[in-house]
């Protein structure tokens, strides 16, 4: 399962059932789960002062596509899915699910929950904080440094459930708020609102999200987005999302 | 003219005069024209059970560069030119001459037509539509989820000769015109109308294209800009953009 | 130091205690400084013709880390330091100490100077200039053409000290100026003035960067940031920085 060109420390703790494709390197203070795929051209264990000795830890069931870098001393949940490309550096801490997409670039220090899915080119910046179901679409940017450059570093913190539209950005510190959506291009200077919409450079309030439809004709709420999508998620987390659901259609 | 580190399956269907760089990877399912380069590092025709079987096709004459990841199931014309670290995925069918810049995402089942650029770091999401002679410049990124995340996805057009400039986004099934602008650092929500300016966040009505002079001195028009630009066309598409030209500069 | 797996030509010139990783490729026109590290998955001195035979020259003490790829004919000081997948083409020249983030793009025929810093995927425009100690942070865009696509090629030019924030553009032949300031999320077409602040798209004068105060609550400006920042640069810069300060806090 191990290709042949690739490169495996014989000190690395490898799962059983752990592929590594042609040409990737896996460094010597790394555990990598069960039935995880790493594809070809990766690095994994980057060797790093910075990550204090701590090991790089990947759940089992995991999938690493190809050209991924990963430093020592961050610890993933089991079922993390990348993207190509992805770097992430050291010491950060992810549950479960964790979706990156293909250029995703964390940058350490983060602490992020369950089932979180960022898409292409996401940018997270150092002592970012995300919850659990949280969406971040393409070319999005969380920062942290509050009068660059400086000694700084306050990391944003976004709730469950919220969802960062395309191309926009988090300054320094942000609380967005639980199934809030930020609409694309803007930047969030201020503390989002759990259920709105804030949008514009800078993101003001637009409306609460249950204003916005589905454009499916049906004339329900597109939000709380749990109400109608599922692609992905296990079925009692399904279930006990619609569960919460009164009449209303809100939460 | 294949390097010996590098990994070609013996079923895939490789073309006179290829030449495939060190440490790349060919798969199985994938057909390669003649005089094709395929730099170092790339893997082409990653297998994907979304691509129902269908080959990545790749014309002859076209250069991929390295770092490049190319999935099963989508088709390419001749000459199609790559900058480096391109990820492209299943079932997207374009025509011949297409760029597609370094960084460059195609998220697949999309319709690009002949001769289109784009540049670094274009994100092109599912479903979009990209008629002939467009241009993309770096960080673009086009939508296709109204209300994401969703199950709808409704892809952007982009018709013949349209440019869009650096860092805007297209909303999901926005049309933009013929020979229109889209300036730089915009997020386009409603449809542009052909030969038109807009700009902002959202995006407005500018004003007509043939407003805008080149730097030049010359007191000219710079758009339509297929009256003064020809760097890469081939002979006869550009006598034929120039017998179009109007005493007023305009198509 | 050369790992097994990697390819380096004969005719490189390869300075004392250089390393090269695993599946890197150094080509022939090349010369490579002493103490510098080359990851893995590198192509470095990938042929050109538009470099008209020069050399790749890379200074002592660099380090360039994975999946990066450098193109003959650009120059870089002593301790160039890149993140991953940095990609340089031909004829960029750059004084010592400059940082590339992860998946920064610089398109050739730039000048750069000293201490440099770019941030993660910060693309330099053709023919882009940019003096000292200047920041750029991420997913920012120099920009060149102003009536794209064309064959004119106005780069922008950046001065001493000067900031740019977050995912902002600057617009083809803009100056910015010394110790200026580019708020995130920008879209710059004006000349900026040396210690101002400029924002928003089209971008406008905000305030002089005096006005900005540091957030450790000493009340103190954040600009110029050389009164309180250090991190990474010689003791003798930063004591000369000191020597240029004010009572009132400015230069």
């Given at each position: 399962?191990?290709?042949?060109?690739?490169?495996?420390?014989?000190?690395?703790?490898?799962?059983?059932?752990?592929?590594?494709?042609?040409?990737?390197?896996?460094?010597?203070?790394?555990?990598?789960?069960?039935?995880?795929?790493?594809?070809?051209?990766?690095?994994?264990?980057?060797?790093?002062?910075?990550?204090g000795?701590?090991?790089?830890?990947?759940?089992?069931?995991?999938l690493?596509?190809s050209?991924?870098?990963f430093?020592?001393?961050?610890?993933?949940?089991?079922?993390?899915?990348?993207?190509?490309?992805?770097?992430v550096?050291?010491?950060?801490?992810?549950?479960?699910?964790?979706?990156?997409?293909?250029?995703?670039?964390?940058?350490?220090?983060?602490?992020?929950?369950?089932?979180?899915?960022?898409?292409?080119?996401?940018?997270?910046?150092?002592?970012?904080?995300?919850?659990?179901?949280?969406?971040?679409?393409?070319?999005?940017?969380?920062?942290?440094?509050?009068?660059?450059?400086?000694?700084?570093?306050?990391?944003?913190?976004?709730?469950?459930?919220?969802?960062?539209?395309t191309?926009?950005?988090?300054?320094?510190?942000?609380?967005?708020?639980?199934?809030?959506?930020v609409?694309?291009?803007?930047?969030?200077?201020?503390?989002?609102?759990?259920h709105?919409?804030?949008?514009?450079?800078p993101?003001?309030?637009l409306?609460?999200?249950?204003k916005?439809?589905?454009?499916?004709?049906?004339?329900?709420?597109?939000y709380?987005?749990?109400?109608?999508?599922?692609?992905?998620?296990?079925?009692?987390?399904?279930?006990?999302?619609?569960?919460?659901?009164?009449?209303?259609?809100?939460?």
């Open positions: 399962m191990i290709h042949p060109t690739a490169i495996v420390s014989p000190l690395a703790q490898i799962g059983v059932n752990v592929r590594v494709g042609p040409f990737s390197i896996i460094h010597d203070n790394v555990v990598i789960g069960a039935d995880t795929v790493i594809e070809s051209h990766c690095e994994i264990g980057h060797p790093s002062a910075l990550a000795g701590r090991a790089l830890v990947i759940g089992r069931g995991s690493i596509r050209h991924s870098v430093y020592e001393g961050s610890t993933f949940g089991e079922r993390l899915t990348t993207g190509h490309r992805v770097t550096r050291e010491l950060t801490t992810a549950g479960k699910n964790l979706q990156i997409g293909t250029l995703g670039d964390i940058q350490g220090h983060c602490e992020i929950g369950d089932y979180v899915r960022t898409h292409s080119n996401v940018h997270i910046g150092h002592e970012s904080k995300i919850h659990n179901f949280v969406w971040i679409f393409p070319y999005v940017v969380l920062t942290n440094d509050p009068h660059p450059p400086s000694d700084t570093c306050v990391g944003c913190e976004i709730h469950d459930h919220a969802v960062i539209a191309m926009s950005i988090i300054l320094p510190g942000v609380q967005v708020g639980e199934h809030s959506l609409a694309a291009h803007s930047s969030v200077s201020r503390d989002v609102e759990a709105t919409v804030v949008g514009g450079s993101a003001r309030f409306c609460p999200t249950d916005i439809k589905l454009k499916d004709g049906s004339g329900r709420s597109a709380p987005w749990t109400t109608h999508f599922s692609r992905g998620y296990p079925e009692d987390v399904v279930k006990e999302w619609l569960s919460r659901i009164p009449a209303s259609g809100q939460e």
